[in-house]
């Protein structure tokens, strides 16, 4: 980082913290999305079907 003594990894710490929880949050949108699209792809196909019949 920009400091080469204590304060250089105390900064590189909470960056790195910082960091992990934006992965983890844009990961965690990601599966409620895919979760989200599922549900309503098994929803469609229960309604087709039953139109079908």
Do not use: H, P, T
């Amino acid at each position: 980082m920009f400091f080469e003594d204590w304060r250089g990894y105390l900064i590189a710490g909470f960056s790195l913290v910082w960091i992990a929880n934006i992965y983890m949050s844009l990961f965690c949108l990601l599966r409620q999305n895919l979760k989200a699209e599922k549900i309503e792809a098994k929803i469609k196909n229960i309604e087709y079907n039953d139109l079908k019949n």
